[in-house]
């Protein structure tokens, strides 16, 4: 299985070109507006409220599109302070994602029986 993890500090996010292309792939009608702090904003339907705006960080990290984003765009699916990597594990390992000041790795799941 393929997963998306941000291989450095600062948090995960994905640039608006990447946006735009899991977007597409995704069947998503996402516009994005300018925000005051410099960055796109994106909402569902260009509809402008904050219910409506789409969060990259709540895709899947095994989302097929979004691995399909960063192994074709590479470090140009990177957003602000983002250095989005694919990394492989086998099938069948129960997985969470951890981090550390926006850095990120996998960590196997460990069952305890009783």
């Known amino acids: 299985m393929k997963i998306v993890i941000n291989a450095d ?3 995960f996010s994905l640039s608006d070109d990447a946006m735009r292309m899991y977007s597409d792939l995704a069947g998503l009608n996402l516009v994005g507006k300018p925000s005051s702090f410099g960055h ?4 569902i339907d260009g509809e402008i ?9 709540e895709i899947a990290r095994n989302d097929e599109n979004l691995v399909k984003v960063v ?3 590479g470090s140009a699916a990177n957003g602000n302070y983002s250095r989005l990597k694919v990394v492989e594990i086998p099938d069948g390992v129960d997985w969470m994602l951890q981090e550390y000041d926006g850095s990120e790795w996998i960590a196997e799941v460990h069952r305890t029986w009783r």
Do not use: K, R
């Open 49 to 57: 409220e904050d219910e409506s705006a789409f969060w990259e960080g």
């Open 9 to 11: 500090f600062g948090g």
């Open 71 to 73: 192994e074709t765009l």
């Open 40 to 43: 796109t904003i994106f909402y």
